[in-house]
């Protein structure tokens, strides 16, 4: 009873002891956003200051007086918040006008304007918590964003991940222009920043069907791609519930042949109004009214011709004898255009499947409906020995020289006729055994 007791009261004098950290005292508000109060863990006061973010920062005052803490508590608040800085109003921050971008991305997918990935991808780049543009620039004020401001965050991303491909670097470029574009049309800001390109970053060869003569005839990918094709087609074969027909072989070719993106803008919103027949040479000129890179009339190289030949004929035996009309699509016209590419892919997937090609080998990547966009490019360079001009090439294809020589022409072995140039002399006897 006597040790029972001894715990009773030891027990008893712990729950009236009072924690160090508890307060000592009323907490004392001078303003809005600011109070003092003391602790038993101490015989100064603290001030506890509120930020503009909503966040607190509570400081000792150093003072055992509440008249001198208070006025010790005015000066700790005025060199907190001028740190701080100013509040941004919400509508004037990056952030604000990455979401009016994204809210817009979205309403574009879903008017079939933009691939699905669109929205998402730019969301991505935009609040990734390691190098996405809401870190840096999330709570600044757009007014205040300059190309130093710009320099500084890529530079500070390329610090933090030194291996970031330059793919990745470009979309965070891209986007943040397309961000303060939305500033621009609110008229909060008159241009957007300049926006240097990165010289850093990775660059990634892009995955492409290889062909003769990069490789034998027994070795060509894109040949054994057209084969795997042709095979579905003849035994029939149902892909998640759709039938392998002509059309996925033509559309491939054509895709080869047309230098075309494989996207909603561009290879899905082709029309019959949006292709002439040209004889001098023969080709066709196709329109792009809203492709990635805005408006451009692309020439395709003659078989595409007779692929649009087919394409015409297979539509009258689909339709009582009907010509095409000029709003009708190219390919899978009955179709809406999600419906359209999501079976065209998942049809190229099973050829890739049947023939091994899903992965690229030289690359380690996914084959994909883009890889014929890249075997066109590749072909050209390859297969016009180096007589093709880069510019015309990138201005058909909608892109630019700078992105064909980093992702095109610099993996690819240089042409005959380039290598016996590389290998004249201008003198006779130099080179000579």
Not at 137 to 155: A, K, Q, W
Not at 204 to 221: G, M, N, W
Not at 370 to 386: D, E, F, N, P
Request: some cysteine; overall charge positive; glycine content about 4%.
């Amino acid at each position: 009873m006597y040790t029972f007791r001894i715990m009773l009261e030891y027990c008893s004098c712990q729950m009236s002891a009072k924690s160090k950290h508890s307060l000592n005292g009323p907490i004392i508000k001078i303003r809005r956003g600011l109070a003092i109060y003391r602790t038993n863990a101490s015989p100064y006061y603290y001030a506890r200051v509120r930020t503009p973010k909503g966040t607190h920062v509570v400081r000792s005052t150093k003072e055992t007086s509440r008249i001198n803490a208070r006025a010790a508590a005015e000066e700790l608040a005025s060199a907190i918040l001028t740190k701080a800085g100013p509040v941004v109003p919400t509508n004037l921050t990056f952030r604000y006008f990455a979401e009016q971008f994204i809210a817009e991305a979205k309403i574009a997918v879903e008017r079939q304007t933009r691939n699905p990935a669109y929205a998402r991808d730019s969301e991505y780049t935009i609040s990734n918590k390691h190098w996405g543009l809401n870190t840096h620039f999330g709570d600044l004020d757009v007014r205040n964003i300059t190309t130093g401001e710009f320099s500084s965050f890529m530079r500070s991303v390329v610090t933090k991940k030194p291996d970031i491909s330059r793919s990745i670097l470009t979309a965070l470029t891209s986007t943040f222009r397309n961000v303060m574009k939305i500033a621009v049309e609110r008229s909060v800001i008159l241009v957007v920043p300049q926006t240097p390109k990165p010289k850093v970053g990775k660059s990634t060869p892009r995955p492409f069907f290889r062909f003769r003569p990069l490789v034998s005839k027994d070795e060509d990918q894109y040949l054994k791609l057209l084969a795997a094709l042709r095979n579905l087609e003849k035994e029939q074969v149902k892909v998640r519930g759709v039938l392998v027909t002509k059309e996925i072989y033509d559309l491939v070719v054509f895709l080869t042949n047309s230098f075309l993106r494989p996207t909603y803008t561009e290879l899905y919103a082709l029309r019959h109004a949006d292709v002439t027949v040209s004889e001098m040479p023969k080709s066709l000129m196709l329109t792009v009214r809203k492709g990635k890179t805005g408006y451009r009339v692309a020439n395709t190289m003659e078989t595409c011709v007779d692929v649009y030949e087919r394409i015409c004929q297979r539509f009258k035996e689909a339709n009582d004898n009907r010509n095409p009309g000029p709003e009708d699509f190219l390919f899978f016209p009955r179709l809406k255009r999600t419906h359209a590419r999501r079976v065209a892919q998942n049809q190229l997937n099973e050829a890739l499947k049947v023939a091994g090609l899903k992965i690229d080998p030289f690359t380690g990547q996914k084959h994909t409906m883009y890889s014929l966009r890249h075997t066109a490019i590749c072909m050209r360079l390859v297969l016009s020995k180096g007589q093709i001009n880069p510019y015309t090439l990138a201005k058909n294809a909608g892109t630019s020289v700078e992105i064909i020589e980093q992702h095109y022409a610099k993996n690819l072995p240089l042409s005959e006729n380039l290598v016996r140039n590389l290998q004249s002399f201008g003198l006779p006897g130099y080179g000579e055994r």
